[in-house]
């Protein structure tokens, strides 16, 4: 009998001490889990902080998508082309074209001289992939006639074909042409004159769209800037080519308005030159044209 006793008080006491030990191994392992709760915290505050989260990053995508449509860079107009189905969307994405509504307070009733350069039997510059200046000129010309028409304004066109403005019996058709080109702008009387051009330099590494007036006269300095400023945020980005001022130009010396000749880019660069020929750029080019008169007369 007392030896069942002590058998029992031995097993009591192994109970006591099994229950004892996995009641202080509990209070351990809470306490491990207890002091890693902060770092836990900390890390899912940063995170927050930080913005990741799979919800917020599609939404942010999302945002900065619809921010870029309205982006007047090249950048974003590419990709607005790009990314959209239909040219109606592509106009709808953004404010890369020339608005009429928007224009139309600053041009509707302007008289305006469009001068594409050289024509007929002078092919102005030839372009590392021969391209003629001549025919980019009107191209771009066109362009920048039926943006301002559909502003209000009244245009008038020195050339709308290949044609010069000589007569074959004139011995020298160079400055016969030019003379009717001034004598044209003279009698249109209008508020500004725009000359189209394309530039070329000996070496093929130049490049940039950039803005001529004549010298001293200060309201051909303001157009001049204004349309460089346009060509360098709407098509040109990365040009950093300054407005220059000259007074050796025929038109420049012999109109009476203010008047700019634009250089619109290189054709013996080779990039360049490959843009120039392209439909996209040159509409690119004629609206930055448009938008530089509108900000002139704004």
């Known amino acids: ?27 351990a392992l809470s306490l491990i889990f207890l002091s890693n709760l902060p770092g ?7 995170n927050e902080a930080a913005g990741i989260r799979g919800n917020g990053d599609e939404e942010n995508t999302v945002e900065e998508d619809g921010g870029g449509s309205l982006s007047n860079t090249s950048e974003g107009r590419t990709e607005d082309g790009d990314n959209s189905g239909t040219g109606g969307e592509e106009k709808d994405g953004g404010s890369d074209s ?22 007929g039997i002078d092919p102005g510059k030839v372009g590392v992939h021969d391209e003629l200046e001549k025919d980019i000129n009107l191209s771009i010309a066109r362009k920048v006639v039926s943006l301002l028409e559909e502003t209000g304004a009244t245009v ?26 001034c004598e044209l702008i003279a009698e249109t009387e209008p508020d500004i004159a725009v000359s189209i051009h394309q530039n ?11 803005v001529f007036y004549y010298e001293g006269s200060e309201n051909g300095e303001k157009l001049a800037s204004a349309i460089q400023n346009a060509l360098v945020a709407f098509a040109d980005p990365e040009n950093r ?10 038109i420049l ?24 020929g392209t439909e996209e750029y040159q509409i690119l080019v004629a609206e930055a044209i448009v938008r530089g008169i509108a900000m002139y007369f704004d």
């Open 200 to 210: 070329s330099y000996t070496d093929a590494s130049v490049s940039g769209a950039q």
């Open 1 to 27: 009998m007392k030896r069942q006793n002590k058998k029992r008080k031995r097993k009591r006491r192994w109970e006591w001490a099994a229950g004892a030990l996995l009641f202080l191994l509990g209070i």
């Open 241 to 250: 080519r300054q407005v220059k001022s000259d007074n050796s130009y025929y």
């Open 156 to 181: 008038v066109c020195t050339r709308t074909d290949d044609g010069g403005l000589y007569a074959e019996s004139d011995s020298n058709k160079k400055l016969a042409d030019l003379k009717a080109r």
């Open 98 to 119: 020339p608005e009429t509504e928007e224009l139309a307070g600053a041009l509707a009733g302007r008289v305006i001289v469009i001068d594409p350069g050289h024509g």
């Open 253 to 276: 010396l012999h109109s009476v308005c203010p008047t700019v000749i634009v250089e619109c880019g290189f054709l013996s660069n080779d990039a360049e030159a490959t843009k120039l």
């Open 40 to 46: 836990a915290r900390a890390l899912l505050a940063q």
